[in-house]
């Protein structure tokens, strides 16, 4: 993932929470994405943040924006075993006419007992 | 309704073989993508449909024909596969693909290709 950076992992216990970060470089993305895979599975849509909010709060999940430092994080309270899984992080960039969605890494999500 | 379907779920391929993967919405969105997704690593663009016209090819190679045939089918023809193509591909679909604005992209389950 070109320009989105992601730390590649993270261990929890069951019960605590969960904190994922993520940075960004472009100032102009609009739109910020948190997506979900299971393994074998495709990218399930959990979040997003427009860029002029600083926090989005959804059930479990809380997302933090500091548009300053470019910096995004998805909080996840309660991590349960269902909650493994690779979490990636995007920015949309409009670029040619279209939007592209810019991917981290992704940051794979262990949670143990 | 959010879903994107894909078929088949996996596919298994010789080098000489032509296949095609298939992906329907029913959202009403007028941009689809395919994606190809490696192992631990996050997907690659391949192609976005907007409005039925192909808009982006990101220097993807001609064994890789995609096809538009209506706003809520996309269809991916495979054609003398190299194993190195063996992956996840991801099909996805959001409401125009321009403007800039809110166009977030709903993916499908994928296709797991393997080439042999």
């Known amino acids: 993932g070109e320009d989105v950076e992601q730390s590649l992992f993270l261990s929890v216990r069951e019960g605590d929470s969960s904190v994922i970060n993520c940075t960004y470089t472009d100032s102009s993305s609009t739109y910020l994405y948190w997506y979900k895979q299971e393994p074998g599975a495709g990218l399930q849509l959990l979040t997003y943040i427009f860029s002029n909010m600083d926090m989005k709060q959804d059930q479990r999940l809380t997302v933090l924006l500091n548009k300053k430092d470019k910096h995004l994080s998805l909080r996840i309270a309660d991590t349960q075993t269902g909650d493994s899984a690779i979490y990636f992080c995007a920015e949309i960039r409009f670029s040619g006419g279209y939007n592209k969605l810019i991917f981290g890494a992704g940051t794979r999500l262990a949670v143990h007992p | 309704d959010t879903e994107v379907t894909q078929t088949p779920k996996h596919l298994v391929m010789g080098m000489t073989n032509k296949k095609s993967l298939k992906c329907e919405q029913h959202?009403?969105?007028?941009?689809m993508y395919w994606y190809k997704q490696k192992a631990k690593k996050p997907p690659e663009l391949m192609f976005v449909y907007s409005y039925e016209k192909l808009s982006i090819n990101e220097s993807v190679p001609s064994r890789f024909s995609p096809e538009c045939p209506n706003s809520s089918l996309l269809n991916l023809h495979l054609h003398a596969l190299q194993p190195e193509d063996s992956a996840l591909y991801l099909c996805?679909?959001?409401?125009?693909?321009?403007?800039?604005?809110?166009?977030?992209?709903?993916f499908g389950p994928g296709t797991r290709l393997t080439v042999l």
């Open positions: 959202m009403g969105h007028r941009a």
């Open positions: 996805a679909s959001s409401q125009d693909g321009g403007t800039g604005s809110t166009d977030t992209q709903y």
